[in-house]
């Protein structure tokens, strides 16, 4: 018994210490990102806006009687099987009282399930594939859904661009094209337009011929080509329809939201279209403010990503604001009652499916610049 | 599935081939020297690209207007040299003091070779892919009727078929050529009759890699964003190129390579893209259950 207190007292003493010191410490707020790989844009511009929103929380006092937030950020290079990794340390070792991450909606579902069962608030910033929010009641996004962004992209070709006849290529790999391809065709279809052709093509950096697709496209002859794939592919998809002939407009989602979009397309993509959340020509001083903060501390204009993890933390803010606390289950109480917070991509108000509902705006591409065309309300 | 849009696949299927053919020229050569797959030779591939990716800014501003193509060659040649470098470097650190060793071990270096040059080139080039610059103008040629063919393929095509000419000379005609045929037939034998293994296999890596290197470059042209992973997956098809055609035989990569390009192309141009790679494999799974040495593997031409 001697040995065994002996062995045991300095532990306790220490845990007994260390919680101590830990109540007046950082909050400690886990998120993980594609720093590297082939959607490095959307990991480090959303975690910019986190970034950005953690300053701005601490010079203003800090949460809880001035307790200041330590971002834990881990990189999960673009790729499966790193974000459940990344997240499980978060929870384990870092004692996150809350998960921020991903935009690629396949990463967030992987993470997803991993937060559920620990009990911890997961907020993703720009994962818009429905089944991310399904996987549990801490699961919530900051953006709206593809349901609705494939709506949005159905009426933009029906109403705006006038056109019947699309044609479709897909990525394969991706739940967030598989989801955006289904819930356009639905709205799409039965409001009167068709759907020629499909194609798929395996996304992540495995392909990069497409003249195969587009070829077997082209001869369907449709009036537009939707592609809702993510930026890498789409520029090099353009790149190659317009050296095959093809001459209508392509258009697609938020996953083409990268300056390395215009970059790599380059002129192919003039004339072409994608919805997404935000646009820094919006004149709502509170977007106009956040694009000069965001461009003075990082010498950049901010793409959509970025003010959508702004969001997201600014949001979690003011949920552990409510809470009182930095308990997990209080604080996922207080998410499900955020009500018309004014984030710089809208109003955001959480539904009971822990869903945002919110407008999309469509931006078109002109020589490398993207141009405020539309917004489509929800 | 209409003529016109069945040459238009087929256009694009060589096209897609001559890049895989270029890549397997390396596997299969070294395989025939030494009995080994260079599993590192993909990511040689990648160093190809990124060379001419640093190259361009640097060179072509001194081949203005009308000598752009020779800038063109200029690159092309520079890269080509660092990737056979590279190539020889990579052969002397990291086989050739295993060459003794059971081939399992050199196997297992070679990946780990592979895998230091993809996560080096992530911390050295960073990993987000990079636009290329324009080396030549990629556009459509004119008079092709309803068929587009763009610069980019036929440059593509036309270094392809010439370094193939060219090898097949340099493997022929020339000493060293001869050299790295006796090495391949019987190492021990060739070795007592006073050939210099060491060089051979040093000139063998160095060509393979300056191979890779071109076809680095005009893998790059054609799909201009590259990135230290690139490599992969290229590199993994042009291997079962060089083995659908024979490994360590010659024509048998750049005809795999091609034959791999067009049944590729013509499945991902069907309605079942969704399974490209899967039904183009099973497809070779095929061939090879039938030719199991490969297409040109049976005939016992040299091995090189």
Not at chain 1, 134 to 145: E, K
Request: hydrophobic letters at 45%; a positive charge.
């Amino acid at each position: 018994m001697k040995t065994f207190l002996r062995a045991v007292l300095p532990i306790a003493l220490c845990t007994f210490a260390l919680s101590l010191t830990s109540r007046a410490q950082d909050i400690v707020v886990g998120e993980f990102a594609s720093l590297t790989g082939s959607e490095a844009t959307f990991g480090v511009n959303s975690s910019n806006g986190v970034e950005l929103a953690r300053e701005q929380i601490d010079s203003a006092g800090g949460l809880l009687n001035g307790r200041k937030i330590k971002i834990v950020l881990e990189d999960d290079q673009s790729k499966p099987g790193q974000p459940s990794a990344a997240v499980k340390k978060l929870i384990a070792s870092d004692k996150s009282i809350a998960i921020l991450g991903e935009i690629a909606s396949s990463r967030s579902l992987e993470a997803a399930p991993i937060c559920q069962a620990a009990k911890i608030p997961m907020i993703t910033p720009g994962s818009t594939n429905p089944k991310v929010t399904t996987i549990g009641d801490y699961i919530f996004r900051v953006c709206f859904n593809d349901k609705f962004q494939g709506q949005a992209d159905a009426r933009f070709a029906l109403e705006n661009l006038k056109v019947k006849k699309v044609a479709i290529l897909a990525d394969v790999k991706s739940d967030y094209s598989q989801g955006l391809q289904r819930y356009f065709k639905e709205y799409f279809t039965s409001h009167g337009g068709v759907v020629a052709e499909e194609r798929s093509y395996s996304g992540g950096g495995t392909d990069r011929d497409f003249r195969a697709q587009l070829t077997s496209l082209k001869s369907a002859q449709p009036d537009a080509i939707f592609i809702p794939g993510y930026y890498t592919e789409v520029g090099l998809i353009a790149k190659q329809a317009r050296s095959l002939g093809i001459k209508v407009p392509l258009f697609g989602g938020d996953g083409w939201d990268s300056p390395k979009l215009a970059a790599i397309g380059g002129s192919a993509l003039n004339g072409c279209y994608f919805t997404t959340h935000f646009s820094t020509q919006d004149p709502n001083p509170k977007v106009q403010d956040f694009v000069k903060n965001y461009q003075a501390k990082y010498k950049v204009m901010p793409d959509g990503m970025a003010p959508l993890g702004y969001d997201a933390m600014m949001i979690l803010g003011d949920a552990i604001k409510t809470a009182g606390s930095t308990d997990a289950d209080k604080i996922r109480d207080a998410l499900t009652k955020v009500k018309n917070f004014e984030g710089v991509t809208g109003s955001i108000t959480i539904d009971a499916d822990r869903n945002a509902s919110k407008s999309a705006v469509v931006l078109e591409v002109q020589n490398g610049a993207y141009k405020f065309a539309t917004r489509i309300a929800p | 599935m209409s003529q016109i849009e069945f040459l238009q696949q087929l256009i694009n299927g060589l096209s897609l081939g001559a890049f895989y053919a270029l890549i397997a020229l390396g596997y299969t050569m070294v395989y025939g020297i030494l009995r080994f797959i260079n599993f590192a030779h993909g990511d040689v591939f990648m160093l190809g690209a990124f060379g001419g990716y640093y190259l361009t800014p640097r060179i072509m501003p001194h081949f203005a207007g009308n000598l752009a193509p020779v800038g063109v060659v200029v690159v092309l040649l520079l890269t080509m040299i660092l990737c056979a470098l590279i190539g020889m470097v990579i052969e002397r650190l990291a086989y050739r003091p295993l060459r003794s060793r059971p081939k399992l071990t050199v196997l297992i270096t070679a990946i780990g070779v592979s895998l230091l040059l993809e996560y080096g080139g992530q911390f050295v080039f960073g990993a987000d892919p990079k636009p290329y610059p324009e080396l030549i103008t990629d556009r459509a040629l004119e008079n092709t009727g309803a068929l587009t063919i763009t610069t980019t393929q036929v440059a593509a095509f036309v270094v392809t078929f010439l370094l193939l000419i060219a090898l097949t000379l340099i493997v022929k005609r020339t000493k060293l050529g001869m050299a790295m045929r006796a090495v391949s037939n019987n190492a021990t034998a060739a070795s007592l009759m006073g050939i210099n293994i060491d060089t051979v296999v040093s000139f063998t890596f160095g060509l393979g890699s300056a191979l890779a290197g071109a076809a680095g470059i005009l893998y790059a042209l054609s799909y201009p964003s590259i990135d230290p992973l690139m490599g992969l997956l290229p590199g993994v098809k042009a291997f079962v190129a060089a083995v659908l055609g024979g490994i360590g035989n010659i024509p048998g990569a750049a005809v795999g390579g091609l034959i791999l390009g067009v049944v590729e192309t013509f499945v991902g141009g069907s309605a079942f893209s969704t399974y490209r790679d899967a039904i183009a494999f099973a497809l070779l799974i095929g061939i090879l259950l039938f030719r199991p040495a490969g297409i040109f593997g049976k005939a016992q031409v040299e091995k090189v």
